[in-house]
């Protein structure tokens, strides 16, 4: 299993070599070469992004034939059993979701932001990852990535409408406790829903943010990927330490 999310050079934004944005990111050979790239130097045989809308679409995808880098529809989460092939999401603000059969037969890979998470795009994933591999959500482990912190993220009605919170005034909204709170609530064990601490805005300045930037702002790609040659653990050793 291999993870990760881009990092960013003090003051790089959109259309920089740190920007992995379809819409952002500048000319799509420039885009595509950088995730060619990335899917080179983590020893993958090719990379997959989808075009984000902000939805709940969750596709399966394998690798492209002959390798290289594909761009999919529009989806806004990725799924796929197969090795080498290295999903990717791209967000500045937004939660990078990594979801993770603990013995490694399946992976997906989430962009949820404040629609997605109020839409259940979580919920989405985990479902169709049972349905399509039979990994249910106790064999399951789950990691929130860098986004935007409950401090930083503050909203207005139309979102706080869609989480059912009073919208009489602006409000400050954490998305990774409200996917937490969804994870565990859909059967993934408390002790295997992770978070990453740090802010896309008032964090390490080596990750892009919408709400710091606005047009300036980069993306950065979130990855994950089933390294190939690594066996699958079978179901039977599948005590769930392995990811702790
Ligand atoms: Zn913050």
């Not at 761009?71 to 197969?82: I, N, P, R």
């Not at 993770?100 to 169709?128: K, P």
């Not at 929130?144 to 912190?149: A, K």
């Not at 930083?152 to 400050?172: I, M, T």
Request: net charge positive; with cysteine; charged share 20%.
């Amino acid at each position: 299993m291999l993870a990760g999310i881009t990092a960013v050079r003090a003051g790089e934004g959109a259309g920089s070599e740190s920007d992995f944005g379809l819409t952002t990111g500048g000319l799509s050979r420039d885009v595509t070469r950088r995730y060619e790239m990335l899917s080179g130097a983590t020893g993958m045989h090719s990379s997959v992004v989808a075009r984000q809308v902000h939805g709940i679409r969750v596709v399966e995808v394998g690798s492209p034939p002959g390798g290289g880098s594909r761009v999919e529809g529009e989806a806004d989460g990725l799924m796929t059993s197969e090795k080498g092939v290295l999903l990717a999401v791209t967000a500045a603000d937004c939660v990078p979701v990594f979801v993770v059969d603990v013995a490694g037969r399946c992976i997906a890979l989430l962009h949820a932001g404040w629609r997605g998470v109020a839409g259940g795009i979580l919920e989405v994933g985990l479902s169709l990852l049972e349905r399509r591999f039979g990994v249910g959500p106790a064999d399951l482990a789950v990691y929130f990535g860098p986004s935007i912190c409950g401090s930083c993220y503050e909203v207005g009605a139309d979102v706080l409408r869609a989480f059912r919170r009073d919208a009489s005034r602006p409000a400050r909204l954490d998305l990774r406790a409200e996917l937490l709170l969804r994870a565990v609530g859909a059967g993934v064990a408390p002790n295997r829903v992770l978070r990453s601490e740090w802010c896309t805005r008032c964090g390490p300045e080596h990750l892009h943010s919408h709400r710091a930037r606005g047009s300036e702002a980069g993306r950065m790609a979130a990855f994950l990927g089933l390294v190939p040659g690594t066996p699958t653990r079978p179901r039977s050793t599948n005590r769930g330490r392995e990811l702790r």
